[in-house]
Nanobody, 123 residues
Framework: QVQLVESGGGLVQAGGSLRLSCAAS??????????MGWYRQAPPGKERELVA????????NYADSVKGRFTISRDNAKNTVYLQMNSLKPEDTAVYYC??????????????WGQGTQVTVSS
């Protein structure tokens, strides 16, 4: 069973920076981790929105609201994805969830989510 463990959230003033990390463990039966990404949800109950995603070939995709401010990257050797968030705004306040789309050696594809990490940006 794959587990995604996030870290790096917290409280920051507007204009500040944070770096989120998400490490995947339990990947022994995985053939490949395909796309990894970050979603956010605010307030609770609202639909999660894609913030950024990166494929196994390092192609990236960003929400328009974060382009030019956030950068997603991954370290395939460590099964880890990062989100560097700069020039943070109060509207970036949300719970950020890590996401991984995986393919097992059997061919089965599964999607996993992290537990979420809170990012709060004060004005």
């Amino acid at each position: 069973q794959v587990q995604l463990v996030e870290s790096g959230g917290g409280l920051v003033q507007a204009g500040g920076s944070l770096r989120l990390s998400c490490a995947a463990s339990g990947t022994g039966s995985i053939f490949r981790i395909n796309t990894m990404g970050w979603y956010r949800q605010a307030p609770p109950g609202k639909e999660r929105e894609l913030v950024a995603a990166i494929t196994s070939g390092d192609s990236t995709n960003y929400a328009d609201s974060v382009k030019g401010r956030f950068t997603i990257s991954r370290d395939n050797a460590k099964n880890t994805v990062y989100l560097q968030m700069n020039s943070l705004k109060p509207e970036d306040t949300a719970v950020y969830y890590c996401h991984a789309d995986t393919t097992y050696r059997s061919g089965l594809r599964s999607v996993y989510w992290g537990q979420g990490t809170q990012v709060t940006v004060s004005s």
